[in-house]
């Protein structure tokens, strides 16, 4: 990661922060795709005996995945995001899910540990897009999942309109289409064995896959 990536990383940090007890508020106008997403990505993990969530945020996808795999450790980069996170899975009474701070260049785990990992709608505000991949598949078992459901900011030009005129002072890092998403993920080696476009808003592009070298 380069020293301005790692600068955006610190500044964006402060973001969540500070937006945490907030986030699920404003999803309210942009949650349609959501439920098929939940589906979906607790579909991809079920069986699983060991999933990793990085940016979980609040816990909305969190639960889902308790439902299917049979251990899940959640984590996120804000220490605020993490505190909403910790009380909705006490809540919910989610035995076999962690909490845990991590940033997801740098996660502590050994290498080939996971079988799957979620990075739900995080791709388009990493500011180093190739090294968060390559976190990911670091710490997935050979044939493990990735799963990287994401808001296509640019897939339709509503999408494109709404995100630009309600979403301001977001730290997004790029517009993607779903085309260009799956584009981005095969340049780094990823091979797509689902691919699905979720309509809102602004829409979601489910996908999910393996690696092509495991």
Not at 46 to 73: H, P, W
Not at 102 to 122: G, H, K
Not at 167 to 193: C, V, W
């Amino acid at each position: 990661m380069t020293a301005a990536d790692q600068r955006a990383v610190d500044k964006d940090r402060g973001y969540w922060e500070r937006h945490a007890r907030k986030y699920d508020a404003s999803l309210r106008v942009l949650g349609k795709p959501l439920p098929r997403m939940l589906e979906l990505t607790a579909e991809a993990v079920r069986g699983k005996d060991r999933v990793l969530e990085v940016a979980a945020g609040t816990g909305l996808v969190t639960a889902a995945l308790a439902r299917s795999a049979k251990q899940v450790i959640a984590t996120d980069y804000a220490t605020s995001m993490v505190e909403v996170l910790r009380a909705r899975v006490k809540e919910a009474g989610l035995t076999n899910v962690t909490c845990e701070q991590a940033d997801l260049y740098a996660l502590r785990f050994e290498p080939a540990s996971f079988d799957a990992v979620v990075a739900a709608n995080v791709l388009h505000l990493v500011p180093d897009l190739e090294g968060a991949i390559a976190s990911l598949r670091r710490v997935l078992r050979p044939g493990g999942k990735l799963i990287v459901p994401t808001f296509c900011h640019d897939e339709t030009p509503l999408s494109a309109i709404v995100s630009r005129v309600l979403i301001t002072g977001f730290p997004g890092q790029r517009r993607f289409t779903t085309a260009s998403l799956r584009a981005q993920l095969e340049s780094f080696g990823a091979r797509m064995d689902k691919n699905e476009t979720l309509p809102g808003l602004i829409p979601i592009a489910y996908m999910n896959g393996t690696f092509a070298d495991t």
